[in-house]
């Protein structure tokens, strides 16, 4: 069983940055590309952005290009989700999941992912 622990949230005023991070149990981490998903309040979730096994390959959500990045240390287990030049409309529930192969091409649906953290509020006071 994979554990996904998603920590970095909280209120940040339009114009800022936080950087999510989802620390994952297991020993086989870097075998699998990870993802982040959103949540806004009375939306459906929605793909943010992922990131290959190796780290090499990343794709992003088209309203989160330029703005965010998302990173991983296969090291610690952990893969990073750096939020820049936040606007309210990015206030949702961010989600860490961990994607069912290696490559991050086409992983923009939920069910390419097969474990999920509990989420993590981002709030972005206008």
């Known amino acids: 069983q994979v554990q996904l622990v998603e920590s970095g949230g909280g209120l940040v005023p339009a114009g800022g940055s936080l950087r999510l991070s989802c620390a994952a149990s297991?020993?086989?981490?870097?075998?699998?590309?990870m993802g982040w998903f959103r949540q806004a309040p009375g939306k459906e979730r929605e793909f943010v952005a992922v990131i290959s096994g190796s780290g090499g390959d990343t794709y992003d959500a088209s309203s989160v290009k330029g703005r965010f990045t998302i990173s991983r240390d296969n090291a610690r287990n952990t893969v990073y989700l750096q939020m820049n030049s936040l606007k309210p409309e990015d206030t949702a529930v961010y989600y860490c999941a961990r994607a069912r192969g290696f490559a991050a091409v086409a992983r923009t649906y939920e069910a390419e992912y097969d474990y999920w953290g509990q989420g993590t509020q981002v709030t972005v006071s206008s």
């Open positions: 297991g020993r086989t981490f870097s075998s699998y590309a």
